[in-house]
Nanobody, 124 residues
């Protein structure tokens, strides 16, 4: 599967953005999808994950819980990350990732396919 992330940009603190992750192929529903982010000088970290369509379980990192919402539209082969009440510390390059079958975990090694990143900058 090939992934294409988009929707990043510059936003003021307290604002919102919605990221999209468009996938190729017709088996999107059989993949678990995750969003990660990497700030300058830091390691890539898990943000949110949504399981494949046989189990729509969702995970969030503590730092975004209550502010970010992950969702998927299998008909459009697209996953989304709605980000509300953004903070300057949310500034990072955001990546979407996929793994075939049920999600395995929240580490970067738990995902096999990665899209290019989209930059989110939150100004104070």
């Amino acid at each position: 599967v090939q992934l294409q992330a988009s929707g990043g940009g510059l936003v003021q603190a307290g604002g919102s953005l919605r990221l999209s992750c468009a996938a190729s192929g017709r088996t999107f529903s059989t993949y678990a999808i995750g969003w990660f982010r990497q700030a300058p000088g830091k390691e890539r970290e898990f943000v949110a994950g949504i399981n494949w369509s046989f189990s729509y379980s969702i995970d969030y990192s503590d730092s975004v819980k209550g502010r970010f919402t992950i969702s998927r539209d299998n008909a459009e082969s697209t996953a989304y990350l709605q980000m509300n009440n953004l903070k300057p510390e949310d500034t990072a390059v955001y990546y979407c990732a996929a793994v075939s079958g049920p999600k395995r975990g929240t580490g970067t090694r738990d995902y096999d396919y990665w899209g290019q990143g989209t930059l989110v900058t939150v100004s104070s």
